[in-house]
C-alpha cells in the first residue's frame, strides 16, 4: 500500500486464512512499532515522511469509506473542506463536509469533525464538481475570511473554465437548490465570456423576489439588478 492510503482491517479479509482478530492485533502492533499511524477506530494509514514529520493523508483519502459503497459514488466532498483547495479562503479546516443524498450526524474521526449537506441531485463522478460549485454559490455568505464579492471574483474563473455541455448541466443540476442560488448563477453565467440559455433559470425565479447576499455584486456582475441580488 502506498504512503498515505488508507486502510482498514477488512482490506486484509481476502487473505487466505487471515482471521479478523488477528488482523486487528497485527495491525495494532504495527501502530505501537512506528510503522504505521491510526486515523479512529479501524482506519489506519502508512504516513509518507517530510523534513516537518508525517504527512496527514488527504482528505479525500481519509472519508473516502464513506463516498463509495459497493464501487458507486454516494457522496463528495464540499463545503469547507474544499474553499482552501479551490482558492476561495486561506483557512484549512479541521471540518470535513460531505454532499450526500442521505445525511447522518456530524461525528469525530481522528482531528476531524465528519459533517453532513444534503444533496437532492444524484451524485456522480461528472457532476461532483459542478455540485461543489453550486454549493459554494449556496453557502456564499459563509466562506470564511473571504467576501462574496472576492467569492464571485473566484466562480466567475472557475466557471469559465467549464466546456459549454458542462454549462448546460450546470443548469440542470442548479434548478434544485434555493431560488437565491439560481439567481447569482444566472448573474454569473451573465458575466461569462461564454454564450449561455440561462432563460431556464430566469423563469424558476419569482420576478418580485429579492435575493440577498450580503454585499453590493454590482461592480462585478453588471447583471446584478436584473437578477434580483440585493
Known sequence: MPSGFVFGYKDFLSIEGAGSEAIIKALNRTVKQGDIEKISKGRFFKPENSPFGPLQPKEEEIVKDLLYKDGKRV??????????????????????????????????????????????????NQNVELLQILDIIRYIKKIPDSSPKKSVKQLIKLINQLNSDKIKRLIALALVYPPSTRALLGAILDKGNQSNDTGVLKTSLNPITTYKVGQDLSSVLTSAKNWNLI
Open 75 to 124: 457522496g463528495y466532498l464540499t463545503g469547507l473542506s474544499i474553499y482552501n483547495s479551490l482558492g476561495f479562503t486561506t483557512q484549512v479546516s479541521n471540518t470535513l463536509q460531505i454532499g450526500s443524498t442521505s445525511v447522518r450526524p456530524k461525528f469525530k474521526r481522528g482531528r476531524y469533525t465528519i459533517s453532513y449537506l444534503r444533496q437532492k441531485n444524484d451524485i456522480t
